[in-house]
């Protein structure tokens, strides 16, 4: 799933109508409208490399909007400028461009005392892209690189942003301990200085923490608050991420009806925005709970185009999540030498990134696989790794159901 040039060029000029007095304003969207002609005769030449000509399209629309607004704006309405169109990159899954754009700021603003807060949003930026990705290492250094800036500069929204985010990793990595004291210190900072929004976010992670550990009437309370708050400022993106959580939480529930009408809440919301790594995510909701009602057709349907738009946006976590279903939809179909490549690639794919709650889930498929194969050795050692974490995090319902399914083998 691709963002339309049209649509493209519009998100980006209206980003553009807030920097630039109307003639300037007239003379870029002429500009615009005369590159996209120009791409589109090029494209239809060339059939193959298909993601990397719609990036370098991207690249060149960006390259040309900001060499013009550059020479029309003082420094720091330019670099406020950049801020705004990497934001775009971030919501439309153009990560390289989002890289591309973050770091031309912290270039302009290297060594400039009085642009160490765009400095640290730039960081931050940067941060959050390299964690969607799953780039842990990249993504750490400039969290923290972030957060001394915010620090210095007694921005406690920024330095609680970056604790927020801290926390998403820790909790990505499964560590639901560290990842929970980042969401409270980031709690703390914010109680003399009250922003909705940003409060809002962290409801989100602590719902999800809750709802990973099984509270699920306490995971829903927050995802509610977090919910009331975004509706307040019609933050489009917030609002399909918390459907898409409650989404989660039904499913866990095993109220498939009721999550199912949640994830098409998220991807209505997520498609006004163009946010596709929130719409993959819910494709593989959708798709998960068809699996588990042995819906084949629409199953695979919607995990092809949700792993379709996970590579796009080089989503990682949610690519290893969607070869789980796949696995999950050949055992199904009785293919059980393709389930089992889709799930070991899963996985692979998860130790590769330390992520031991999806690794769990995508054993525990794997050990049903192999107990319907007769291999019960295998099965019982793949379950029991499994309980050994769900213990560690003491996620209840998933304790049971390993210890029932079990005593099966």
């Not at 919501?91 to 640290?120: C, D, M, Q, R, W």
């Not at 909705?196 to 509610?224: P, R, V």
């Not at 295998?378 to 790794?385: A, E, G, M, R």
Request: charged residues 30%; aromatic residues 10%.
């Amino acid at each position: 799933m691709k963002i339309s040039d049209h649509r493209e060029d519009n998100l980006l000029t209206e980003i553009l109508k807030n920097f630039l007095d109307k003639n300037d304003f007239a003379v870029i969207k002429k500009k615009l409208s005369v590159e996209r002609k120009s791409s589109a005769g090029k494209s239809t030449r060339i059939k193959s490399h298909v993601e990397e000509i719609n990036q370098s399209k991207l690249q060149s629309k960006i390259d040309l909007l900001l060499t013009f607004a550059k020479s029309r704006l003082d420094n720091v309405k330019f670099l406020e400028l950049l801020l705004h169109v990497g934001q775009f990159t971030i919501i439309t899954g153009e990560f390289p461009s989002a890289v591309y754009i973050h770091e031309k700021i912290l270039k302009e603003t290297k060594g400039k005392k009085n642009f160490e807060g765009i400095a640290a949003n730039a960081a931050l930026a940067l941060g959050d892209v390299f964690s969607r990705q799953a780039l842990w290492q990249l993504s750490l250094s400039y969290i923290k690189k972030a957060r001394a800036l915010f620090k210095k500069q007694n921005d406690v929204k920024g330095a609680a942003n970056c604790e927020n985010i801290l926390g998403t990793i820790y909790g990505d990595f499964g560590d639901l301990k560290k990842a929970k004291m980042h969401f409270e210190k980031s709690l703390a900072f914010l109680n003399s200085n009250t922003d909705s929004s940003l409060i809002g976010k962290i409801e989100i992670n602590l719902g999800i923490i809750n709802n990973i550990q099984g509270d699920l009437n306490l995971a829903f309370a927050y995802y509610n608050r977090a919910l009331l708050n975004f509706e307040k400022v019609r933050n489009i993106k917030r609002i399909a991420e918390i459907h898409h959580n409650i989404g989660m939480l039904f499913t866990k529930k095993n109220s498939y009806k009721a999550a199912l009408r949640e994830f098409d809440k998220s991807i209505s919301n997520a498609q006004k925005i163009n946010y596709i790594q929130s719409i993959g995510m819910s494709y593989s909701g959708k798709a998960f709970i068809y699996a588990k009602l042995n819906e084949i057709n629409l199953a695979e349907a919607f995990a092809n185009e949700a792993l379709e738009i996970c590579f796009q946006v080089n989503d990682k976590l949610s690519i290893a999540d969607t070869y789980k279903i796949k696995g999950m939809i050949q055992r199904n179909l009785k293919n059980y030498s393709l389930a089992e490549g889709y799930l070991l690639t899963s996985i692979r794919i998860n130790k590769d990134l330390k992520n031991e709650l999806n690794q769990s889930e995508s054993e525990f498929e794997l050990a049903v696989l192999y107990k319907e194969k007769g291999m019960k050795s295998d099965s019982k050692k793949l379950l029991q790794n499994a309980l050994k974490y769900y213990k560690k995090i003491k996620s209840g319902k998933e304790i049971k159901e390993i210890q029932d399914y079990l005593k099966l083998v």
